[in-house]
């Protein structure tokens, strides 16, 4: 059988992607891999010193909704969010360190009004709080005292922002 064109063997065309890719999003990666124009320079680590700059943005966003996450270590996280319901603050803490970030929050004078076992080994606390005024330093108690973070400990920041419903 004559193929019409010399340069394509239809025999060998096919539906599947290259080896270790599933979808077509993948085979795209491999190309960017292969390129070095896709490659994106490393990010700066971020730590404390960068909590204050994050903390600006998020107080003086706006927004409907915003919300500041900032991850301290492999699973402490502390989420900061303003909306409808106010300043309200979410702690995810490792067993370890529950203790520690009970005894900020009882410092601050602030009491949670939720408290979950978060999965095996960590806890969820959630609270109310009344004003951004002093919210830096607070942040900042609760992560060297609370989550144990010292000045070049990694974290990483999220911000998120909202408008209308």
Request: charged share 25%; net charge neutral.
């Given at each position: 059988?004559?193929?019409?064109?010399?340069?394509?063997?239809?025999q060998k065309r096919g539906v599947e992607l290259p080896p270790g890719c599933k979808d077509l999003?993948?085979?795209?990666?491999?190309?960017?891999?292969?390129?070095?124009?896709?490659?994106?320079?490393?990010?700066?680590?971020?730590?404390?010193?960068?909590?204050?700059?994050?903390?600006?943005?998020?107080?003086?966003?706006?927004?409907?909704?915003?919300?500041?996450?900032?991850?301290?270590?492999?699973?402490?996280?502390?989420?900061?969010?303003?909306?409808?319901?106010?300043?309200?603050?979410?702690?995810?803490?490792?067993?370890?360190?529950?203790?520690?970030?009970?005894?900020?929050?009882?410092?601050?004078?602030?009491?949670?009004?939720?408290?979950?076992?978060?999965?095996?080994?960590?806890?969820?606390?959630?609270?109310?709080?009344?004003?951004?005024?002093?919210?830096?330093?607070?942040?900042?108690?609760?992560?060297?005292?609370?989550?144990?973070?010292?000045?070049?400990s990694p974290l990483e920041f999220s911000f998120y922002e909202k408008n209308g419903a």
């Open positions: 059988m004559k193929w019409p064109n010399p340069f394509v063997d239809y999003m993948d085979v795209l990666h491999l190309e960017r891999n292969k390129d070095p124009r896709w490659e994106r320079p490393a990010e700066p680590a971020t730590t404390l010193a960068d909590v204050g700059r994050y903390l600006s943005r998020f107080v003086s966003s706006s927004a409907a909704l915003g919300s500041l996450l900032i991850h301290c270590g492999t699973f402490n996280l502390l989420a900061l969010s303003c909306g409808k319901h106010g300043l309200r603050g979410f702690v995810v803490v490792e067993a370890s360190r529950e203790q520690s970030v009970r005894a900020v929050l009882s410092h601050a004078r602030i009491a949670p009004f939720r408290d979950d076992l978060f999965h095996d080994n960590a806890r969820l606390l959630q609270f109310a709080l009344t004003s951004t005024s002093d919210i830096e330093r607070f942040v900042r108690e609760l992560l060297v005292r609370g989550f144990g973070a010292e000045h070049a």
